[in-house]
């Protein structure tokens, strides 16, 4: 099994010593990095846009900004969350990384050894993920996604959302009596809502495959149409949701 991971540190020497010592180890493939939490979000939000989800992430704790332990409650919220291994100078947090239940726990300096009965702790948690069939566990019935309108909160469930527009760490749901906005990114949110008839197209939208009314290709450019809305389709998405336009084309009677 080979890996694909994310190491991230703000200190560069520190995130350079970690990335020298997984590379070192054989279970471990591509290697991603970050300095900071925002940039891991959208690092990770691009590697499920392009179908490619990061395996792990080894993640410090200390750092500016979101720091490690907030970066680990929102990856915990993912449908299929990576493996969490924090890398830290700091023993006071492991309270933390338990309620957050990361697959382990490092010390600086890391030493190889340690890392490597991280890595094999990992690689099992992976393992255990997938079923005995080689298919992936089915996923949790979505669940809503509570707003607030006017002083109350009320919950806006999957099947009213057209679509959902990225908003930096923000999230905008669409629905077809107006807009709403949720503290999540829009990769945990896709996450969350992936057997919900979701499909993400752009790295800023994802839109129920149900609400599309139009696919619009002219001059090499593709968007659909949902709500009265044109939303452009990231070329690497074009054809899955063609596909996908066309089985469900198929099935409605």
């Not at 919950?155 to 009213?160: D, I, L, R």
């Amino acid at each position: 099994m080979s890996l694909r991971v994310l190491a991230v540190d703000d200190e560069a020497p520190a995130l350079d010593d970690l990335v020298h010592l997984l590379r070192a180890d054989p279970r471990i493939g591509e290697i991603d990095t970050a300095r900071d939490g925002a940039a891991a979000l959208r690092k990770l939000d691009r590697a499920l846009a392009e179908g490619r989800p990061v395996a792990a992430v080894f993640l410090d704790i200390r750092m500016p900004g979101l720091d490690g332990t907030v970066l680990g409650r929102v990856l915990a919220q993912f449908a299929r969350a990576p493996q969490i291994v924090y890398v830290t100078a700091y023993e006071e947090h492991a309270v933390d990384a338990f309620e957050i239940k990361a697959t382990d726990y490092i010390l600086k300096p890391v030493r190889p050894e340690r890392l490597a009965v991280a890595i094999r702790r990992v690689t099992e948690a992976v393992g255990e993920d997938v079923g005995e069939d080689g298919d992936a566990p089915e996923p949790a019935e979505p669940e809503a996604m509570p707003v607030e309108l006017g002083g109350v909160t009320r919950f806006v469930t999957p099947g009213e959302v057209l679509y959902v527009e990225a908003q930096g760490d923000y999230a905008r749901l669409h629905t077809s009596g107006g807009s709403h906005l949720v503290r999540i990114p829009l990769a945990a949110l896709s996450e969350r809502w992936s057997g919900a008839g979701f499909v993400r197209v752009h790295r800023s939208h994802l839109v129920a495959l149900a609400a599309i009314t139009e696919l619009r290709l002219d001059s090499g450019r593709c968007t659909v149409v949902v709500g009265g809305a044109e939303l452009p389709v990231a070329r690497r998405h074009v054809r899955e949701l063609r596909d996908l336009l066309v089985r469900r084309a198929r099935r409605s009677p």
